[in-house]
């Protein structure tokens, strides 16, 4: 079993930055994939970004450039790193771990364990 909890949401304006922290138990998180996606309201809960055990990474062509993922697995800990937001990068972001196969890594249903969710709103 593996627990995950999120820390780091927060409001901020546009063109702002934020960190965002995944931080795992139970589990070496070297072992597995992790990543972040984002559900906003009324919206279907989307990958943000995925890093896998062995080191590669896919980001969402929406937050290529501007978001960045790093992994402190040390700690157990992955990071997002959020600048240059914008309006419309608000929404609840939630941690996923440990890809199962069976599905599209973009899909919810690949992966075993998720956080709790934190909210990211952002301002124009």
């Given at each position: 079993q593996v627990q995950l909890v999120e820390s780091g949401g927060g409001s901020v304006s546009a063109?702002?930055?934020?960190?965002?922290?995944?931080a795992a138990s139970g589990r070496t998180s070297s072992d597995y994939a992790m990543g972040w996606f984002r559900q906003a309201?009324?919206?279907?809960?989307?990958?943000?970004v995925i890093s896998w055990s062995g080191?590669?990474?896919?980001?969402?062509?929406?937050?290529?450039?501007?978001?960045?993922?790093?992994?402190?697995?040390?700690k157990n800990t992955?990071?997002?790193?959020?600048?240059?937001?914008?309006?419309?990068?608000?929404a609840v972001y939630y941690c996923a771990a440990?890809?199962?196969?069976?599905?599209s890594y973009r899909s919810i249903y690949g992966y075993n364990y998720w956080g709790?969710?934190?909210?990211?709103?952002?301002?124009?």
């Amino acid at each position: 079993q593996v627990q995950l909890v999120e820390s780091g949401g927060g409001s901020v304006s546009a063109g702002g930055s934020l960190r965002l922290s995944c931080a795992a138990s139970g589990r070496t998180s070297s072992d597995y994939a992790m990543g972040w996606f984002r559900q906003a309201p009324g919206k279907e809960r989307e990958l943000v970004v995925i890093s896998w055990s062995g080191g590669s990474v896919i980001y969402a062509d929406s937050v290529k450039g501007r978001f960045t993922i790093s992994r402190a697995n040390a700690k157990n800990t992955v990071y997002l790193q959020m600048n240059s937001l914008k309006p419309e990068d608000t929404a609840v972001y939630y941690c996923a771990a440990d890809f199962k196969g069976g599905s599209s890594y973009r899909s919810i249903y690949g992966y075993n364990y998720w956080g709790q969710g934190t909210q990211v709103t952002v301002s124009s």
